[in-house]
Protein backbone atom coordinates (compact mmCIF):
# COMPACT_ATOMS: atom_id res chain seq x y z
CA UNK A 1 0.00 0.00 0.00
CA UNK A 2 1.33 3.32 -1.09
CA UNK A 3 1.80 6.56 1.60
CA UNK A 4 -0.70 8.33 -0.26
CA UNK A 5 -3.38 5.63 0.37
CA UNK A 6 -3.78 6.62 3.97
CA UNK A 7 -4.13 10.09 3.59
CA UNK A 8 -6.86 9.65 0.58
CA UNK A 9 -8.47 7.14 3.09
CA UNK A 10 -8.47 10.49 5.64
CA UNK A 11 -9.26 12.81 3.39
CA UNK A 12 -12.14 10.73 2.13
CA UNK A 13 -13.45 10.40 5.64
CA UNK A 14 -13.05 14.02 6.42
CA UNK A 15 -15.13 15.06 3.32
CA UNK A 16 -17.70 12.61 4.55
CA UNK A 17 -18.40 14.12 7.57
CA UNK A 18 -17.97 17.89 6.34
CA UNK A 19 -20.80 16.97 3.57
CA UNK A 20 -23.09 15.22 6.22
CA UNK A 21 -23.68 18.48 8.35
CA UNK A 22 -24.25 20.25 4.80
CA UNK A 23 -28.10 19.40 4.09
CA UNK A 24 -28.89 20.62 8.54
CA UNK A 25 -27.26 23.84 7.34
CA UNK A 26 -28.87 24.60 3.97
CA UNK A 27 -32.56 23.78 5.31
CA UNK A 28 -32.15 25.50 8.15
CA UNK A 29 -30.96 28.61 5.73
CA UNK A 30 -33.78 27.99 4.10
CA UNK A 31 -36.45 27.18 6.71
CA UNK A 32 -37.64 23.82 4.20
CA UNK A 33 -39.57 21.56 6.74
CA UNK A 34 -39.78 18.06 5.99
CA UNK A 35 -41.86 15.16 7.54
CA UNK A 36 -40.67 14.90 10.99
CA UNK A 37 -39.20 11.08 10.83
CA UNK A 38 -36.92 11.85 7.74
CA UNK A 39 -35.99 15.44 9.50
CA UNK A 40 -35.16 13.65 12.83
CA UNK A 41 -32.23 11.71 10.22
CA UNK A 42 -30.95 14.13 8.41
CA UNK A 43 -30.62 16.31 11.14
CA UNK A 44 -29.09 13.34 13.66
CA UNK A 45 -27.00 12.44 10.90
CA UNK A 46 -25.71 15.96 10.63
CA UNK A 47 -24.92 16.28 14.91
CA UNK A 48 -23.17 12.79 14.72
CA UNK A 49 -20.54 14.17 11.71
CA UNK A 50 -20.22 17.09 13.56
CA UNK A 51 -19.16 14.88 16.71
CA UNK A 52 -16.20 13.01 14.66
CA UNK A 53 -15.38 16.54 13.32
CA UNK A 54 -14.37 17.73 17.30
CA UNK A 55 -13.56 14.39 18.04
CA UNK A 56 -10.93 14.94 15.96
CA UNK A 57 -10.27 18.79 16.45
CA UNK A 58 -10.33 18.45 20.23
CA UNK A 59 -7.34 15.77 19.56
CA UNK A 60 -4.95 17.76 16.98
CA UNK A 61 -5.68 21.09 19.66
CA UNK A 62 -3.64 19.19 22.01
CA UNK A 63 -0.59 19.51 20.04
CA UNK A 64 -0.77 23.46 20.98
CA UNK A 65 -2.50 24.13 23.83
CA UNK A 66 -3.32 21.79 27.75
CA UNK A 67 -5.35 18.88 26.83
CA UNK A 68 -7.17 20.37 29.73
CA UNK A 69 -8.33 23.51 27.71
CA UNK A 70 -8.56 21.44 24.78
CA UNK A 71 -11.26 18.92 26.15
CA UNK A 72 -13.30 21.87 27.77
CA UNK A 73 -13.64 23.54 24.38
CA UNK A 74 -14.78 20.55 23.10
CA UNK A 75 -17.15 19.77 25.85
CA UNK A 76 -18.21 23.72 25.27
CA UNK A 77 -18.79 23.30 21.57
CA UNK A 78 -20.06 20.07 21.77
CA UNK A 79 -23.44 20.57 24.25
CA UNK A 80 -23.84 23.72 22.19
CA UNK A 81 -27.40 21.86 21.17
CA UNK A 82 -28.43 22.01 24.87
CA UNK A 83 -27.96 25.49 25.52
CA UNK A 84 -29.90 26.28 22.45
CA UNK A 85 -32.70 24.15 23.85
CA UNK A 86 -32.45 25.41 27.10
CA UNK A 87 -32.28 28.96 25.74
CA UNK A 88 -35.12 28.92 24.05
CA UNK A 89 -37.51 27.34 26.73
CA UNK A 90 -35.95 29.62 29.70
CA UNK A 91 -36.91 32.44 26.63
CA UNK A 92 -40.52 30.94 26.64
CA UNK A 93 -40.74 30.60 30.19
CA UNK A 94 -39.80 34.18 30.71
CA UNK A 95 -42.55 35.62 28.47
CA UNK A 96 -44.36 33.63 30.08
CA UNK A 97 -44.25 34.86 33.97
CA UNK A 98 -45.75 37.23 35.29
CA UNK A 99 -44.05 38.74 38.48
CA UNK A 100 -46.93 40.13 40.20
CA UNK A 101 -48.49 36.55 40.45
CA UNK A 102 -45.05 34.59 41.05
CA UNK A 103 -46.73 31.74 39.85
CA UNK A 104 -44.93 28.90 37.88
CA UNK A 105 -45.63 29.07 34.81
CA UNK A 106 -46.15 25.83 32.00
CA UNK A 107 -43.43 26.89 30.29
CA UNK A 108 -40.92 27.54 33.80
CA UNK A 109 -41.37 23.42 34.38
CA UNK A 110 -40.02 22.57 30.61
CA UNK A 111 -36.75 24.52 31.33
CA UNK A 112 -36.42 22.15 34.73
CA UNK A 113 -37.31 19.31 33.06
CA UNK A 114 -34.73 19.71 30.07
CA UNK A 115 -32.12 20.96 32.04
CA UNK A 116 -32.49 17.85 34.95
CA UNK A 117 -32.59 15.21 31.94
CA UNK A 118 -30.09 16.66 30.37
CA UNK A 119 -27.18 16.48 33.75
CA UNK A 120 -28.80 13.02 34.81
CA UNK A 121 -28.01 11.91 31.24
CA UNK A 122 -24.48 12.39 31.24
CA UNK A 123 -23.79 10.83 33.91
CA UNK A 124 -26.28 7.88 33.89
CA UNK A 125 -25.71 6.69 30.21
CA UNK A 126 -22.63 8.73 28.92
CA UNK A 127 -20.52 8.28 31.79
CA UNK A 128 -20.99 3.71 31.80
CA UNK A 129 -20.54 3.78 28.12
CA UNK A 130 -16.84 5.14 28.23
CA UNK A 131 -16.17 2.73 31.20
CA UNK A 132 -17.53 -0.41 30.04
CA UNK A 133 -16.59 0.25 26.14
CA UNK A 134 -13.06 0.02 27.99
CA UNK A 135 -13.48 -2.46 30.05
CA UNK A 136 -14.98 -4.75 27.00
CA UNK A 137 -11.95 -3.80 24.92
CA UNK A 138 -9.64 -4.16 27.66
CA UNK A 139 -10.57 -6.28 30.23
CA UNK A 140 -8.61 -3.26 32.56
CA UNK A 141 -9.53 -0.56 35.46
CA UNK A 142 -9.85 2.93 33.35
CA UNK A 143 -6.78 4.74 35.09
CA UNK A 144 -7.57 8.18 35.50
CA UNK A 145 -4.96 8.96 38.02
CA UNK A 146 -3.00 11.81 37.43
CA UNK A 147 -6.08 13.40 35.20
CA UNK A 148 -9.18 14.95 35.66
CA UNK A 149 -8.07 16.77 38.98
CA UNK A 150 -9.61 20.00 37.99
CA UNK A 151 -12.39 19.14 36.82
CA UNK A 152 -13.49 16.52 39.67
CA UNK A 153 -12.83 20.02 41.77
CA UNK A 154 -14.83 22.07 40.10
CA UNK A 155 -17.69 19.51 39.59
CA UNK A 156 -17.38 19.41 43.68
CA UNK A 157 -18.37 22.82 44.15
CA UNK A 158 -20.69 22.87 41.18
CA UNK A 159 -22.62 19.97 42.95
CA UNK A 160 -22.56 22.08 46.05
CA UNK A 161 -24.17 24.92 45.07
CA UNK A 162 -27.14 23.00 42.89
CA UNK A 163 -27.92 21.40 46.83
CA UNK A 164 -27.97 25.20 47.72
CA UNK A 165 -31.30 25.57 45.30
CA UNK A 166 -33.64 23.02 46.82
CA UNK A 167 -32.76 24.60 50.36
CA UNK A 168 -33.76 28.02 48.96
CA UNK A 169 -36.31 27.16 46.92
CA UNK A 170 -35.50 28.55 43.58
CA UNK A 171 -32.69 29.66 41.80
CA UNK A 172 -31.31 33.40 42.79
CA UNK A 173 -29.98 35.34 40.30
CA UNK A 174 -27.04 35.89 42.38
CA UNK A 175 -26.18 31.89 42.27
CA UNK A 176 -26.92 32.17 38.90
CA UNK A 177 -24.15 34.82 38.27
CA UNK A 178 -21.76 32.51 40.56
CA UNK A 179 -22.30 29.53 38.35
CA UNK A 180 -21.19 31.03 35.26
CA UNK A 181 -18.49 32.60 36.87
CA UNK A 182 -17.19 29.22 38.47
CA UNK A 183 -16.87 28.02 34.74
CA UNK A 184 -15.12 31.39 33.47
CA UNK A 185 -12.26 30.27 36.48
CA UNK A 186 -12.09 26.51 35.16
CA UNK A 187 -11.63 28.15 31.52
CA UNK A 188 -9.04 30.86 32.92
CA UNK A 189 -7.27 27.59 35.04
CA UNK A 190 -7.03 25.06 31.76
CA UNK A 191 -5.20 27.68 29.80
CA UNK A 192 -2.65 27.88 32.59
CA UNK A 193 -1.88 24.11 31.52
CA UNK A 194 0.91 23.02 29.77
CA UNK A 195 -0.31 21.06 25.68
CA UNK A 196 1.10 17.92 25.52
CA UNK A 197 2.16 15.69 22.87
CA UNK A 198 -0.88 13.41 22.03
CA UNK A 199 -1.00 10.52 20.28
CA UNK A 200 -2.99 10.82 17.27
CA UNK A 201 -4.27 8.39 14.49
CA UNK A 202 -5.99 8.90 11.10
CA UNK A 203 -7.23 11.73 10.55
CA UNK A 204 -6.02 13.31 13.58
CA UNK A 205 -2.80 12.19 13.02
CA UNK A 206 -3.16 13.54 8.97
CA UNK A 207 -3.87 17.29 10.68
CA UNK A 208 -1.37 17.04 13.56
CA UNK A 209 1.53 16.46 10.83
CA UNK A 210 1.00 19.99 9.24
CA UNK A 211 2.81 23.24 9.64
CA UNK A 212 1.80 25.43 12.59
CA UNK A 213 -0.11 27.43 10.82
CA UNK A 214 -1.99 25.29 8.35
CA UNK A 215 -2.42 22.79 11.55
CA UNK A 216 -4.26 26.05 13.78
CA UNK A 217 -6.39 26.87 10.71
CA UNK A 218 -8.04 23.27 9.96
CA UNK A 219 -9.05 23.00 13.65
CA UNK A 220 -10.29 26.08 14.23
CA UNK A 221 -12.13 25.60 10.96
CA UNK A 222 -13.39 22.06 11.98
CA UNK A 223 -14.42 23.69 15.26
CA UNK A 224 -15.72 26.53 13.45
CA UNK A 225 -17.88 24.25 10.90
CA UNK A 226 -18.58 21.60 13.62
CA UNK A 227 -20.24 24.41 15.82
CA UNK A 228 -22.50 25.53 12.93
CA UNK A 229 -23.85 22.52 12.37
CA UNK A 230 -24.93 21.55 15.41
CA UNK A 231 -26.25 24.96 16.02
CA UNK A 232 -28.08 24.73 13.14
CA UNK A 233 -29.49 21.26 13.49
CA UNK A 234 -29.85 20.87 17.59
CA UNK A 235 -33.24 22.94 17.24
CA UNK A 236 -34.96 21.01 14.40
CA UNK A 237 -33.71 17.71 15.15
CA UNK A 238 -35.77 17.81 19.10
CA UNK A 239 -38.41 19.34 17.67
CA UNK A 240 -38.81 16.63 14.52
CA UNK A 241 -38.51 13.99 18.34
CA UNK A 242 -40.76 16.02 20.04
CA UNK A 243 -43.45 16.00 16.89
CA UNK A 244 -42.63 12.39 16.36
CA UNK A 245 -42.82 11.13 20.24
CA UNK A 246 -46.40 13.36 20.82
CA UNK A 247 -48.06 11.73 17.77
CA UNK A 248 -47.46 8.63 19.81
CA UNK A 249 -49.02 10.34 23.01
CA UNK A 250 -45.53 11.24 25.17
CA UNK A 251 -45.93 13.54 28.06
CA UNK A 252 -44.32 16.19 27.29
CA UNK A 253 -42.51 17.14 30.33
CA UNK A 254 -40.80 13.81 30.13
CA UNK A 255 -40.28 14.20 25.95
CA UNK A 256 -38.35 17.26 27.46
CA UNK A 257 -36.87 15.73 29.73
CA UNK A 258 -35.36 12.37 28.28
CA UNK A 259 -35.82 12.54 24.19
CA UNK A 260 -34.86 16.06 24.04
CA UNK A 261 -31.51 15.99 26.03
CA UNK A 262 -30.88 12.51 24.67
CA UNK A 263 -30.67 13.76 21.23
CA UNK A 264 -28.77 17.21 22.08
CA UNK A 265 -26.33 15.58 24.29
CA UNK A 266 -25.82 12.85 21.16
CA UNK A 267 -22.34 15.35 20.10
CA UNK A 268 -20.42 14.45 23.20
CA UNK A 269 -21.40 11.28 23.97
CA UNK A 270 -20.88 9.86 20.61
CA UNK A 271 -17.12 12.42 20.91
CA UNK A 272 -16.68 10.30 23.93
CA UNK A 273 -17.56 7.04 22.96
CA UNK A 274 -15.54 7.67 19.57
CA UNK A 275 -12.28 8.13 22.42
CA UNK A 276 -12.86 4.84 23.89
CA UNK A 277 -13.75 3.17 21.10
CA UNK A 278 -9.72 4.78 19.50
CA UNK A 279 -8.39 3.13 22.70
CA UNK A 280 -8.31 6.35 24.49
CA UNK A 281 -11.08 6.13 26.84
CA UNK A 282 -9.52 9.00 29.51
CA UNK A 283 -10.20 11.58 26.90
CA UNK A 284 -13.62 10.11 26.41
CA UNK A 285 -14.18 10.48 30.54
CA UNK A 286 -12.78 13.81 30.62
CA UNK A 287 -14.54 15.34 27.95
CA UNK A 288 -18.09 13.82 29.44
CA UNK A 289 -16.96 14.71 33.27
CA UNK A 290 -16.12 18.71 31.46
CA UNK A 291 -19.32 18.85 30.21
CA UNK A 292 -20.88 18.02 32.84
CA UNK A 293 -19.10 20.39 35.05
CA UNK A 294 -20.13 22.72 31.94
CA UNK A 295 -24.14 21.63 32.06
CA UNK A 296 -24.11 22.06 36.15
CA UNK A 297 -22.59 25.96 36.04
CA UNK A 298 -23.25 27.73 32.74
CA UNK A 299 -26.51 25.97 31.72
CA UNK A 300 -28.21 26.29 35.15
CA UNK A 301 -26.70 29.77 35.48
CA UNK A 302 -28.30 30.43 31.88
CA UNK A 303 -31.85 29.43 33.57
CA UNK A 304 -32.00 32.84 35.20
CA UNK A 305 -29.98 34.92 33.17
CA UNK A 306 -32.03 34.16 29.99
CA UNK A 307 -35.46 34.12 31.82
CA UNK A 308 -35.01 37.83 32.95
CA UNK A 309 -33.55 38.80 29.96
CA UNK A 310 -37.34 37.66 28.39
CA UNK A 311 -39.23 38.78 31.51
CA UNK A 312 -37.23 42.33 31.21
CA UNK A 313 -36.27 42.77 35.01
CA UNK A 314 -33.55 41.26 36.69
CA UNK A 315 -35.32 37.94 38.30
CA UNK A 316 -34.80 34.74 40.15
CA UNK A 317 -35.90 31.71 38.61
CA UNK A 318 -39.00 29.71 40.87
CA UNK A 319 -39.23 26.08 41.46
CA UNK A 320 -42.18 24.78 42.28
CA UNK A 321 -42.25 21.22 44.15
CA UNK A 322 -41.09 19.01 41.21
CA UNK A 323 -38.94 21.26 39.60
CA UNK A 324 -37.05 21.25 43.04
CA UNK A 325 -37.43 17.67 43.53
CA UNK A 326 -35.69 16.80 39.84
CA UNK A 327 -33.19 19.54 40.75
CA UNK A 328 -32.29 17.52 44.36
CA UNK A 329 -32.27 14.03 42.45
CA UNK A 330 -29.57 15.98 40.22
CA UNK A 331 -27.44 17.24 42.58
CA UNK A 332 -27.75 13.51 44.83
CA UNK A 333 -26.38 11.67 41.28
CA UNK A 334 -23.83 14.04 40.72
CA UNK A 335 -22.53 13.46 44.29
CA UNK A 336 -22.57 9.71 43.98
CA UNK A 337 -20.45 9.70 40.37
CA UNK A 338 -18.02 11.73 42.19
CA UNK A 339 -17.72 9.31 44.85
CA UNK A 340 -17.12 6.52 42.47
CA UNK A 341 -15.19 8.55 40.34
CA UNK A 342 -12.56 9.72 43.60
CA UNK A 343 -10.18 7.20 43.29
CA UNK A 344 -9.22 7.50 39.74
CA UNK A 345 -8.92 3.71 39.16
CA UNK A 346 -12.56 2.93 37.66
CA UNK A 347 -13.87 -1.13 37.31
CA UNK A 348 -16.78 -1.91 35.15
CA UNK A 349 -18.84 -2.46 38.40
CA UNK A 350 -18.79 1.31 38.10
CA UNK A 351 -20.13 1.79 34.75
CA UNK A 352 -23.02 -1.12 35.90
CA UNK A 353 -23.72 0.47 38.78
CA UNK A 354 -24.29 3.93 37.30
CA UNK A 355 -26.27 3.04 34.18
CA UNK A 356 -28.44 0.45 36.03
CA UNK A 357 -29.35 2.90 38.22
CA UNK A 358 -30.00 5.27 35.86
CA UNK A 359 -32.56 3.09 33.87
CA UNK A 360 -34.47 1.55 36.81
CA UNK A 361 -35.39 5.37 37.53
CA UNK A 362 -36.47 6.31 34.28
CA UNK A 363 -39.61 3.81 34.64
CA UNK A 364 -40.61 5.53 37.81
CA UNK A 365 -41.61 9.38 36.98
CA UNK A 366 -43.54 11.01 39.88
CA UNK A 367 -42.49 13.21 41.99
CA UNK A 368 -42.25 10.34 45.13
CA UNK A 369 -40.54 7.87 43.56
CA UNK A 370 -37.92 10.46 42.31
CA UNK A 371 -37.86 11.41 45.97
CA UNK A 372 -37.17 7.81 46.97
CA UNK A 373 -34.30 8.05 44.42
CA UNK A 374 -32.63 10.88 45.51
CA UNK A 375 -31.98 8.62 49.20
CA UNK A 376 -31.08 6.09 47.82
CA UNK A 377 -28.22 7.63 45.58
CA UNK A 378 -27.30 9.57 49.02
CA UNK A 379 -27.09 6.53 51.14
CA UNK A 380 -25.24 4.86 48.30
CA UNK A 381 -22.97 7.39 48.99
CA UNK A 382 -22.56 7.49 52.61
CA UNK A 383 -22.54 3.68 52.72
CA UNK A 384 -19.39 3.74 50.22
CA UNK A 385 -17.61 6.77 51.82
CA UNK A 386 -18.24 4.41 55.49
CA UNK A 387 -16.99 1.49 54.27
CA UNK A 388 -13.92 3.11 52.72
CA UNK A 389 -12.52 5.19 55.57
CA UNK A 390 -9.46 4.10 55.76
CA UNK A 391 -8.48 4.92 52.58
CA UNK A 392 -9.64 8.54 51.73
CA UNK A 393 -6.50 10.57 52.30
CA UNK A 394 -5.30 8.04 49.32
CA UNK A 395 -8.37 8.92 47.26
CA UNK A 396 -6.56 11.50 44.54
CA UNK A 397 -4.56 9.22 42.85
CA UNK A 398 -4.74 5.75 43.74
CA UNK A 399 -7.16 3.03 43.92
CA UNK A 400 -9.93 3.16 46.91
CA UNK A 401 -13.47 2.29 46.09
CA UNK A 402 -14.03 -1.51 46.21
CA UNK A 403 -16.72 -0.89 44.32
CA UNK A 404 -14.88 0.37 41.07
CA UNK A 405 -11.36 -1.27 41.70
CA UNK A 406 -11.99 -4.30 40.67
CA UNK A 407 -12.31 -5.48 36.79
Not at 4 to 28: D, K, M
Request: a negative charge; proline letters at 4%; glycine letters at 8%.
Amino acid sequence: MSSETPSRQNLTWLGIFILVGVPGIALHLSGTHLDPVVAAIVFGIGIGGGAFLLSWAAEVAQVDISASLAIAVLALIAILPEYTIEAILAWKAGASFDPALGLVTPEMELVAANVTGSNRLLIGLGWPVVILIFWAKRREILDMRGQVSLELTMLIVATALTFVMFFMGQLHIALAILLVALYLLYLAISSTKESGEPELIGVAAMIGAMSLARRRTAVVGLLAFAATVILASAEPFVESLVEVGGELGIDEFILLQWIAPLASESPEIIVATLFALRSNPQAGLATLISAEVNQLTVLIGSMAIVFSLSAGEVLSFPLESRQLTEFLLTSAVSTFAIVLLAPKMIGWRAGAVLLGLFLVHLLFPNEEARRTFTYVYLVLTLALIVWNWRQLPAWVGRPGLRMGDKN
